[in-house]
């Protein structure tokens, strides 16, 4: 949309500059968007803290639940609270006029900006102006409490315009989610709905896909996170799975939705893609960083080796490749690259690069 509403974030700004640093006793790597009364954020270390403001069993309080069981409280979560009249105190459009036009009519703000604001909701620019006021607090993913598609589909575009963070947008209507195609950075996520109003399914499965795989993935990078097993998330259980016909299969994989499934024992997202074809700005990094700092340490051997050579044998062989396995295993160790995992959970990211080296 062409108006100030979606525009790329810059880090530099008043709010970012302070002459004294503190550290933050916990990450903050992911924040819940939710429709309130007041626009604001707020940090919660752990559920119990959460409670205080949100009652047991409302949807807030059921996916921050699933979020810090998924991550044994070891993170954070932001809650970012928008609400309709903050849209109101929006900064105005861009191209303000302060002379009247020529049939006497004062112009406040070009055509464009007035049309494309229009196509808005109120919760949409709400939830956008609350995102763009709080998007640089420590987040990296963002989901929404209550799935709202013109809502949802505000948040994506604003994301798609960023250089770093992913929108997880969960339905379990997956029909909803086909409108994320053209956005390579929102994850679209689907698994059926589930009654739960009884008692004992709340405290098994409460629909809350995005919240626990977010609390999972704490600490990895997105473009990581997106390919890593999900593991033993909390209120997802083998029965809760699709039984999913080839032909719904292909449909979910034209737009790229997610759901999860079980390869073998393990469960696993259906697809490791974003939305759309593209790469996440982490993800071109890290390809940086793995060919400059591949260059960097070739370089150093033959630099170091300048006098003696490095001979054109078996051991000359080895020298390169074990230097360029290092790098790859330093990517795993910096979370650049997700480790691969077996069946039973476990990383198998050294065997498996050892076991390709050594077959080079």
């Not at 968007?33 to 707020?42: A, M």
């Not at 195609?181 to 009654?195: G, Q, R, W």
């Not at 290092?326 to 050294?350: Q, W």
């Amino acid at each position: 949309m062409a108006n100030t509403l979606f525009s790329t974030l810059s880090r530099i700004s008043p709010a970012h500059i302070s002459n004294q640093y503190t550290t933050a006793a916990k990450d903050v790597p992911t924040g819940a968007l939710v429709k309130g009364e007041k626009q604001g954020i707020k940090v919660y270390d752990d559920l119990d803290s959460l409670t205080e403001d949100y009652e047991s069993y409302t949807p807030a309080w059921k996916k921050a639940r699933a979020y810090f069981k998924a991550n044994g409280e070891a993170a954070s979560l932001a809650v970012v609270t928008f609400a309709e009249t903050d849209s109101k105190k929006a900064p105005a459009p861009a191209n303000v006029k302060a002379t009247p036009a020529n049939d006497g009519a004062k112009v406040t703000a070009d055509v464009v900006t007035a049309m494309a604001d229009s196509d808005l909701s109120a919760d949409a620019i709400a939830a956008v102006t609350a995102l763009k006021k709080y998007y640089f607090a420590g987040p990296q993913f963002w989901f929404l409490v209550d799935f709202d598609s013109e809502v949802a589909n505000a948040i994506s575009n604003f994301v798609e315009k960023q250089n770093t963070g992913i929108f997880l947008a969960y339905s379990t209507d997956a029909t909803q989610l086909q409108a994320f195609t053209a956005n390579k950075k929102t994850y679209p996520m689907t698994l059926p709905a589930v009654d739960d109003t009884n008692a004992e399914i709340q405290d098994t499965y409460n629909n809350v896909f995005d919240a626990a795989f977010a609390g999972a993935m704490y600490g990895r990078r997105p473009h990581s996170a997106v390919k890593y097993a999900i593991g033993d998330l909390p209120y997802t259980q083998p029965q809760d799975r699709y039984d999913f016909t080839p032909d719904d299969m292909a449909e979910l994989e034209k737009y790229n939705i997610a759901t999860y499934a079980y390869v073998l024992d393990a469960p696993r997202l259906t697809s490791s893609r974003m939305a759309a074809e593209g790469f996440h700005l982490d993800t071109i990094l890290g390809w940086d960083w793995i060919q400059n700092e591949v260059h960097a340490r070739l370089a150093n051997l033959f630099v170091q080796s300048a006098d003696q050579g490095i001979p054109y044998d078996e051991v000359g062989f080895d020298s390169i490749i074990g230097v360029i396995k290092g790098v790859f295993i330093d990517a795993g160790d910096l979370d650049i690259i997700a480790p691969i995992r077996d069946t039973n959970g476990n990383e198998t990211l050294l065997s498996k690069l050892s076991q390709t080296w050594s077959t080079a």
